[in-house]
C-alpha cells in the first residue's frame, strides 16, 4: 500500500505561482512514478507531469508544459509541482498519484494509489 497526502492548495490570480506538495508513504521501496493529475470542473481528469522518485527522471504532458517543473526530496519523501504563469484555464483540483515501478504511464488507470486532491483556483 502507498498512501499519499497533498498540500499548497490556494487561489492565485492570473500570471501567479503555486507550489504543490505530495508527502508519499508505504510500501516505497521499489520505487515509485508519481504523477501530478488535475480535473477541471466538467472535464476528464489528465496528467500533467510525472517522475520516478528512484532515478528522478521526469515527464511532462503538453497540458501545462514549459509552465510547471516536478521534482522530488527523497529525504522527506516528497514530490513537488511547480506551477508558474497560471490561467484561469488552470483551475482544478489537483491530485498525486502513484503506481510502483519506474515506468511512465500518462493513463489515469495506470495508477492505483492516490490522494485527496488539492484545489487550486485561478482569477483573472
Known amino acids: 500500500q502507498v498512501q499519499l497526502v497533498e498540500s499548497g492548495a490556494g487561489s492565485v490570480q492570473a500570471g501567479g505561482s503555486l507550489r504543490l506538495s505530495c508527502v508519499f508513504s508505504?510500501?516505497?521501496?521499489?520505487?515509485?512514478?508519481v504523477g501530478w493529475f488535475r480535473q477541471a470542473p466538467g472535464k476528464e481528469r489528465e496528467m500533467v507531469a510525472a517522475?520516478?522518485?528512484?532515478?528522478?527522471?521526469?515527464y511532462y504532458t503538453d497540458s501545462m508544459k514549459g509552465r510547471v517543473t516536478i521534482s522530488k526530496d527523497n529525504s522527506k519523501n516528497t514530490v513537488y509541482l511547480q506551477m508558474d504563469s497560471l490561467e484561469p484555464e488552470d483551475t482544478a483540483v489537483y491530485s498525486c498519484?502513484?503506481?510502483?515501478?519506474?515506468?511512465?504511464?500518462?493513463?489515469?488507470?495506470?495508477?492505483?494509489?492516490w490522494g485527496q486532491g488539492t484545489q487550486v483556483t485561478v482569477s483573472s
Open positions: 508505504g510500501r516505497t521501496n521499489y520505487g515509485l512514478t
Open positions: 498519484a502513484a503506481r510502483w515501478g519506474s515506468t511512465y504511464y500518462p493513463d489515469v488507470s495506470a495508477y492505483g494509489y
Open positions: 517522475i520516478t522518485t528512484r532515478n528522478g527522471d521526469t
